[in-house]
Nanobody, 121 residues
Framework: QVQLVESGGGLVQAGDSLRLSCAAS????????MGWFRQAPGKEREFVAA????????FYADSVKGRFTISRDNAKNTVFLQMNSLKREDTAVYYC??????????????WGQGTQVTVSS
């Protein structure tokens, strides 16, 4: 398994941008599909975005499509989530996840500790 550490969260205003990073330990990062999930207060954790091992395929939740972009740098063992045009409803704890078998993140085997994103109006 890989160990995942997120960073980049914070407090921003609606309409602002934020870039999250997730650094992975280990030498097998490129063998994992990577993704981002989020959990808002009182709600279940939900899928946000995913990227295939090579980075050629990406997937997004409808709620973030066109505003968020997932990318990865396999040389640096890092996956990113660029979040633009942030809305109050994007407020949540954002989690990085790794899944060796499913590019749509059906059963992630590793999770990060989460990073808080708060969007104020």
């Amino acid at each position: 398994q890989v160990q995942l550490v997120e960073s980049g969260g914070g407090l921003v205003q609606a309409g602002d941008s934020l870039r999250l990073s997730c650094a992975a330990s280990g030498r097998t990062f490129s063998s994992y599909n990577m993704g981002w999930f989020r959990q808002a207060p009182g709600k279940e954790r939900e899928f946000v975005a995913a990227i295939s091992r090579t980075g050629r395929s990406t997937f997004y939740a409808d709620s973030v499509k066109g505003r968020f972009t997932i990318s990865r740098d396999n040389a640096k063992n890092t996956v990113f989530l660029q979040m633009n045009s942030l809305k109050r409803e994007d407020t949540a704890v954002y989690y990085c996840a790794a899944d060796q078998t499913s590019v749509t993140m059906r059963e992630p085997s590793s999770w990060g500790q989460g990073t808080q994103v708060t969007v104020s109006s």
